[in-house]
């Protein structure tokens, strides 16, 4: 039974692979959320722990922590809260460098938006090419039975106009 739970995961893992290949652009958008939310917790929680044990640290409360956070990952950095412990200088340089891979994200999210609005998804363009072609598949199916009924007939009506010749 193991090795069955083992090939459906795999098979789930494959179609979820798939299916953040397909929609690229919404996967992106979930990453940076998910990233941004990561960040601003993981982060506003390890430097009030850093920071609180320090008499001269100015990041004292949960507020502080995430405003401190929100200013980091944004690289403005007002200065009005500040790391003032070498570990805590670590975690906003950690911090900095995220905030900075998270805009380079968005930009190329909007980038991409802009330079290519059309595009949906690459797979879903195959995907109705397929379609498409089988639709023409059956259409070409669908006459040639026409063309076979339409004989038949013709062939019927000839040899029912043959038999009435007799019969007069």
Request: proline fraction near 2%; charged fraction near 25%.
């Amino acid at each position: 039974m193991q090795i069955f739970r083992v090939i459906r995961l795999i098979r789930s893992g494959q179609q979820l692979l798939r299916h953040i290949l397909d929609y690229r652009r919404e996967a992106t958008i979930a990453t940076i959320v998910l990233l941004l939310t990561v960040l601003v917790t993981v982060g506003s929680s390890l430097i009030l722990i850093i920071e609180s044990h320090d008499p001269n640290a100015n990041i004292q409360s949960a507020d502080d922590a995430i405003w401190w956070v929100f200013v980091t990952i944004s690289t403005v950095g007002y200065g009005d809260h500040y790391p003032v412990t070498t570990l805590g200088k670590i975690l906003a340089t950690v911090i900095i460098t995220c905030g900075v891979g998270l805009f380079g994200m968005v930009a190329g999210l909007i980038s991409s938006f802009v330079s290519d609005p059309d595009r949906h998804k690459p797979s879903a363009r195959h995907h109705d090419q397929k379609h498409w072609e089988k639709i023409l598949d059956n259409q070409e199916l669908l006459l040639k039975r026409i063309d076979d009924l339409e004989q038949r007939l013709a062939e019927s009506t000839q040899y029912n106009g043959k038999d009435n010749e007799k019969e007069k």
